[in-house]
């Protein structure tokens, strides 16, 4: 019987924060970026609020910022879309799908893969290292 290799991840961030809770989501992202920028992979699981930044009724960009009517200012969704297309295979993005149906969360971008909190433990064993940024 063949044994499947199994791809292993630089890092798996499980990202619990609401997005604008506060700073996390933000860190989250810039943490990514660098490994991204090292040439690592980056795998995030969005469970509780982080699933509300990749639903598709966001479009492209945010609301204008009246201290800079003229700026553009992407969307949560489409900074994860740009990271997964910029990523080259090198970053993933996993919706749960228990937190995202409790919160009516069912609408993500495509790109957004959708995982059973049952896969959880795999997703950790498939990353070199884990960090855990949010809330409980």
Not at 107 to 127: D, F, G, K
Request: charged share 20%; aromatic share 6%.
């Amino acid at each position: 019987m063949a044994v499947m290799e199994r791809r292993m991840w630089d890092l798996l961030l499980i990202l619990t924060a609401a997005p604008h809770s506060g700073d996390v989501v933000t860190s989250a992202l810039r943490l990514s970026q660098a490994v991204l920028d090292r040439g690592g992979s980056v795998r995030v699981w969005a469970c509780g609020y982080a699933n509300m930044m990749t639903q598709d009724t966001f479009g492209d960009t945010k609301l204008p910022n009246t201290r800079d009517p003229k700026g553009h200012y992407p969307s949560p969704s489409a900074v994860v879309q740009r990271m997964i297309a910029d990523g080259e295979g090198r970053f993933g993005w996993i919706a749960c799908t228990a937190c995202s149906e409790e919160r009516g969360a069912v609408h993500h971008v495509p790109q957004v893969r959708h995982r059973s909190p049952l896969r959880l433990a795999r997703t950790i064993a498939s990353a070199r290292q884990t960090l855990y940024l949010g809330g409980a």
